[in-house]
């Protein structure tokens, strides 16, 4: 499977100021998925981002908060902007792989940890 | 639509001691089935999967048996360690979806006391 690094692995960061968090995989992939987990949840799907077009974000997530580049098929960034407290979360990369048997498996990065003071 | 129940925790229990997380689900056809483990400090790792009804999954001395009939896909290991200490997240995904989209339990926080 492949192998997402992630940095950083953890940030304190001031209240208004933004954040971009890198995801690089060892290999070329179609899609990839920014997730968060806020404290003690589940996750959160964020957004979508295929190589050559527009992030597609879930409901609740906008471009203008969580602005999504992806200038090839094996990197991708993400902007916490204007950061408030809430949200501090770990963020999540995560790519696809069709398994051999069909099933449709993520693989993750370890994650970056934000706090916002 | 599709949704995945887990129990709550945090789940305690001495090391040796036999480990059910109980996991069930709601979903139209045949979903594929997982569960993924996030150890303190890291991201989610695959565990275990199954696609099919009576799939058992397997990995690290744990099991999943895919439960068509009653709709679950329960965690179990005979004799856990304190390593074991993680977050535990069972999710379903469509196999027909081919955007990787994932329904995921609220995750059970296990506890392992040596």
């Known amino acids: 499977s492949a192998v997402i690094s992630q940095k950083p692995s953890r940030d304190i960061c001031q209240r208004g100021t933004s954040l971009t968090i890198q995801c690089q995989v060892d290999?070329?992939?179609?899609?990839m998925f920014w997730y968060r987990q806020q404290p003690g949840q589940s996750l959160t799907l964020i957004a979508t981002?295929?190589?050559?077009?527009?992030?597609?974000?879930e409901s609740g997530f906008v471009i203008d908060k969580f602005p999504i580049s992806r200038p090839n098929l094996t990197f991708s960034t993400l902007t916490v902007s204007n950061m408030s407290p809430e949200d501090s979360s770990i963020y999540l990369c995560?790519?696809?792989?069709?398994?051999?048997?069909?099933?449709?498996?993520?693989?993750f990065g370890a994650g970056s940890r934000l706090t916002v003071l | 639509g599709n949704s995945v129940t887990q129990m709550e925790g945090p789940v305690t229990l001495s090391e040796e001691a036999f480990l059910t997380i109980n996991c069930t689900y709601t979903?139209?056809?045949?979903?594929?089935l997982f569960w993924y483990v996030q150890y303190p400090g890291e991201g989610l790792q695959l565990l275990l999967k199954?696609?099919?009804a009576d799939d058992k999954g397997s990995n690290k001395g744990f099991e999943a048996t895919y439960r068509k009939e009653t709709t679950s896909f329960h965690l179990e290991k005979g004799s856990v360690q304190v390593s074991d200490s993680a977050v535990y997240f069972c999710?379903?995904?469509?196999?027909?979806?081919?955007?990787?989209?994932?329904?995921w339990g609220a995750g059970t926080k296990l506890i392992i006391k040596p």
């Open positions: 995560s790519v696809g792989a069709s398994g051999v048997s069909g099933a449709n498996v993520l693989t």
């Open positions: 199954a696609t099919k």
């Open positions: 981002a295929n190589q050559g077009s527009e992030a597609t974000y």
């Open positions: 979903a139209t056809g045949y979903p594929s």
């Open positions: 999710a379903l995904s469509d196999p027909m979806d081919s955007n990787y989209q994932l329904i």
């Open positions: 290999s070329q992939v179609t899609m």
